[in-house]
């Protein structure tokens, strides 16, 4: 039998963890991206001569770790598409850039009735490890739906804190690229952000980390690829993995 693993140097001095959810602890980006897809799509399709929603690099570019009226503004703008931001209570649709995000939401949430979810087995290996050297954690994410699909994956119990979209909707916190959401996990662990890590797979959410003076920012990219290495180090990462199992060594050290 081999050596319990242990964290490795670069986590060893800090005294808790904030982790973004969606492509993060959960295999869930691959569900949004599909989603915007389809809302995107009917929107640039309406207008003509236009290309088709990129699911990874406009992904990453616009939407990713935003909120999804932020998401939306940002990426229809990209596309010279001015559409007026209508009311959160507007019908999916292409009128409104609430419509695109209602619209967002609707087919999201069809495909993860049709697909379910999956936790990233390297990072629940690091939250047992974290767990076991009484490290508290906390998941942070955009989305409303963090705190359901987290109880889906069989996970939340792992975690001290969560702060979702909802939460960020009754405390009022701005989204990514601000810190605010991390700055928030971070308070109720009780532990200052500077003693605190983040691990953050969007640009807009590792820029956050930097803003927010977190005592340690890792990127994650999955695609392992160097552009989106050198991305994620541009933004603010200090260390930069292609998975969160890698912030494990394999024996105590």
């Not at 932020?70 to 931001?85: E, H, Q, T, V, W």
């Not at 290996?125 to 739906?145: G, K, M, Q, Y």
């Amino acid at each position: 039998m081999g050596d319990a693993p242990s964290l490795a140097d670069c986590l060893r001095s800090l005294r808790a963890v904030v982790f973004d959810t969606d492509g993060v602890i959960l295999d869930s980006a691959r569900v949004h991206a599909a989603a915007w897809q389809g809302a995107f799509d009917a929107c640039l399709s309406a207008v003509g001569g236009q290309r088709p929603f990129d699911p990874v690099d406009d992904y990453r570019r616009y939407v990713d770790g935003r909120s999804r009226q932020d998401g939306a503004a940002g990426f229809l703008a990209s596309r010279g598409l001015d559409l007026p931001f209508g009311d959160p209570a507007d019908p999916p649709g292409t009128a409104t850039v609430w419509a695109v995000a209602a619209r967002k939401e609707e087919l999201f949430t069809g495909l993860l009735r049709a697909q379910g979810i999956v936790a990233w087995p390297g990072t629940v290996r690091l939250l047992h490890v974290l767990r076991r050297r009484r490290i508290p954690c906390a998941a942070v994410s955009a989305s409303r739906h963090a705190a359901e699909l987290l109880a889906a994956a069989g996970i939340d119990g792992l975690f001290r804190a969560v702060v979702d979209g909802n939460e960020a909707r009754r405390l009022a916190l701005p989204g990514k690229p601000d810190p605010a959401l991390f700055v928030e996990a971070a308070r109720r662990l009780g532990v200052p952000v500077g003693d605190t890590a983040v691990v953050e797979d969007a640009l807009a959410g590792v820029e956050a980390g930097r803003r927010g003076g977190f005592g340690l920012v890792v990127g994650v990219d999955r695609t392992a690829g160097p552009v989106g290495t050198a991305a994620l180090r541009r933004h603010g990462a200090d260390v930069v993995v292609s998975d969160p199992g890698e912030l494990l060594t394999s024996g105590e050290g």
